[in-house]
């Protein structure tokens, strides 16, 4: 059994994958619950410290090392996946299934990445096997949303390469350990992270192409991308200040957004890089504490936020429609649904019991630790938005508000396990949050359930409620609202093009200018040429041979003269 | 939902709201931050906050809302 330690995590994915792709039924639905369940079971037995090493060009590369940060990223992607898979299962669509293995696979590939060159060939794979889920909408929409998507990934791969070569170039190491932001490479590198992490206006590719891909895909997606961004950061720039700041501008300008966003899955794809900011923000911080509550936090999320897609996905199966003024009343006819919604909707808003209380919870005791006064307020205000747009909003304007009559069953049984698993993961973790903390890369002894914590929570998200009640009865509330809202990829989708256009219009005058200017210039030419060369041109004439000899005589006879003169005179 | 059961669930969280804010005044709340320490802190804090957070998104509405197919036809949201 001794190789099949040595085995990397992705193998199994793409091998399921390419079995995938040739088969259908119910050996398909096998070989797609294999593969997170053998891989997982595989990863079980591994135990840190194992580094498979292999050259490749003349570079030392590591192609599979595992520590406690990436196993911990390789547990939390097999459980993604699973529960991705499961959700999926229902789906006739080789197209998807094939995609997601591939990319739940990159994922893992990339965690468990030793150096920087197979880091970046899992960054690209990663960005081309996730595209195809969103493509797999076969919509317009999805389409060219899946370009956009592409687009920002591939130039984030481009800069990664980059750095990484830049690095290289001065000396530095293969090997994926801490980078830092010192010189060209670091930053580069940074960035280039900073794309996949949605660093704002870095962002706007997760809000815009997530929402457009299928119902099932969404689940995969936000499971993976982000994450694996997650960990490299948290590898490559634990303690770098600047991504306090980020993480907590992160955390901040999202939830305006999704306050007055209509599509239910796009809130919360703004939703997510709200958390997101909390874990970016614990990394930036660098303590132990700091960074096992990131970490801790991006595992959570990863359960949390994929059953919240999930619920939003069930209801985009049903009814057919996402949007918050479409929606309303489906307590009645899905109530399971509903329930479990509002168990993903408790654990991303940290209620005490609920997963997202246990880590959240490290991240700002961390932050107050180490003397971010201000972080701290951002951050508390940050968490009591998040229970106003994702706790209550999702759940309420989805379920309840107003009854639009909508017909509806609850989804195919697939669906309600995926939800059930991740649900009880939920509540598990956030009742015994020793199952994970024992997983953290770092020894925790901290204690989330502290009376004092726990009344602080609840009076931040009862008072929240309170602020949402209040608001709906006096009217205050933003109604729900078709209509598109500007963000970052106004520059790209706009401003790009209307610049190009409005250059084109002030080029054509001078261009037309330097053309009459070319064609005249070239007439005037020809005019000169023909005037010497056309058949009635000057140097074009026939000159009589007669002429020509009495010309030679002439120049003879001046040829001798000279001679002679030059004779005489010596 | 009908109007009983909005009425239970609204009361309820009356309740709780009238309750919790008097709890920091029974024990001694051991605290990183000098304001943690200020009874009802977090409290108000939460119900300011997210009042600002509803007003401030309705002006952010104000500037960024556009028609739904502002980016062309199939192309919008």
Not at chain 1, 90 to 97: E, I, K, P, S, Y
Request: aromatic fraction near 12%.
């Amino acid at each position: 059994m001794m190789w099949l330690a040595e085995l990397p995590p992705f193998v199994p994915f793409y091998v399921a994958a390419l079995l995938a792709g040739v088969t259908r039924g119910r050996i398909r639905v096998l070989i797609l619950l294999a593969a997170p369940l053998l891989g997982g079971l595989q990863l079980l037995g591994i135990e840190p410290g194992i580094e498979v090493h292999s050259r490749f060009l003349g570079y030392q590369l590591i192609p599979f090392r595992v520590d406690r940060l990436s196993l911990l990223f390789g547990y939390l992607f097999h459980i993604g996946a699973f529960l991705a898979i499961v959700f999926s299962l229902h789906v006739r669509d080789t197209l998807q299934h094939v995609a997601g293995l591939c990319y739940a696979g990159s994922a893992l590939g990339a965690v468990f990445a030793g150096d920087l060159i197979t880091l970046f060939v899992f960054w690209e794979l990663l960005a081309l096997s996730s595209v195809f889920l969103i493509w797999a909408r076969r919509s317009e929409r999805a389409l060219v949303a899946g370009f956009r998507y592409l687009m920002m990934h591939i130039l984030s791969g481009v800069l990664l390469l980059t750095g990484v070569l830049l690095h290289l170039q001065q000396g530095g190491s293969l090997q994926f350990t801490y980078i830092g932001l010192d010189g060209l490479s670091g930053w580069l590198i940074f960035i280039a992270f900073g794309i996949k992490c949605a660093f704002p206006l870095l962002h706007n590719w997760l809000t815009d192409a997530y929402p457009e891909a299928t119902p099932t895909a969404t689940v995969f997606l936000s499971a993976m991308t982000t994450k694996v961004a997650v960990y490299t950061l948290a590898r490559g720039f634990p303690g770098t200040e600047l991504l306090i700041y980020i993480g907590v501008v992160m955390t901040c300008f999202p939830i305006f957004y999704a306050v007055i966003e209509n599509d239910l899955r796009r809130v919360l794809g703004y939703s997510m890089i709200n958390q997101i900011g909390f874990m970016v923000c614990g990394i930036g911080i660098g303590t132990q504490l700091a960074l096992n509550g990131a970490v801790a936090h991006a595992f959570n999320e990863v359960i949390f936020k994929g059953l919240l897609l999930m619920s939003m996905g069930a209801v985009l199966h049903v009814t057919g429609r996402i949007n918050g003024t479409d929606l309303g009343g489906l307590y009645k006819t899905m109530p399971k649904t509903a329930t479990l919604c509002i168990i993903g909707a408790a654990s991303i808003s940290a209620f005490p019991l609920f997963s997202g209380f246990v880590s959240k919870a490290m991240i700002m005791t961390a932050v107050l630790k180490e003397g971010h006064d201000w972080a701290w307020l951002l951050l508390l205000f940050a968490s009591a938005g998040v229970f106003h747009h994702a706790g209550i909003k999702i759940p309420y304007f989805a379920f309840f508000a107003h009854d639009r009559g909508l017909k509806a069953t609850e989804p195919p049984a697939n669906m309600l396990l995926a939800m059930l698993l991740a649900a009880l993961l939920c509540v598990m973790i956030g009742s015994y949050p020793r199952l994970l903390y024992d997983l953290l890369p770092f020894p925790v002894n901290y204690q989330a359930y502290d009376f004092t914590h726990v009344i602080a929570q609840l009076q931040l998200l009862f008072f929240a409620a309170l602020a949402f009640v209040w608001l709906n009865l006096r009217g205050l509330y933003p109604p729900e609202l078709s209509a598109v809202n500007l963000d970052s990829d106004w520059t790209y989708r706009r401003l790009l093009p209307l610049t190009v256009q409005r250059l084109i219009a002030i080029g054509q005058p001078l261009d037309a200018t330097l053309r009459r200017w070319g064609t005249a210039c070239g007439k005037a030419l020809i005019n000169t040429l023909s005037r010497h060369h056309a058949p009635q041109g000057l140097l074009a004439r026939n000159w009589p041979t007669g002429s020509m000899v009495l010309w030679v005589a002439l120049l003879l006879g001046a040829y001798l003269l000279a001679y002679l003169f030059e004779v005489s005179d010596q | 939902m009908d109007k009983f059961n909005v009425r239970r669930v609204l009361y309820s969280l009356y309740v709780c709201c009238a309750i919790l804010p008097i709890i920091d005044f029974l024990y001694h709340r051991h605290s990183l931050h000098p304001w943690e320490s200020w009874p009802g802190f977090y409290a108000v804090y939460g119900f300011v906050g997210c009042v600002l957070l509803v007003l401030i998104a309705k002006l952010l509405r104000r500037l960024v809302k556009r028609p739904e197919n502002y980016y062309g036809k199939g192309n919008g949201r």
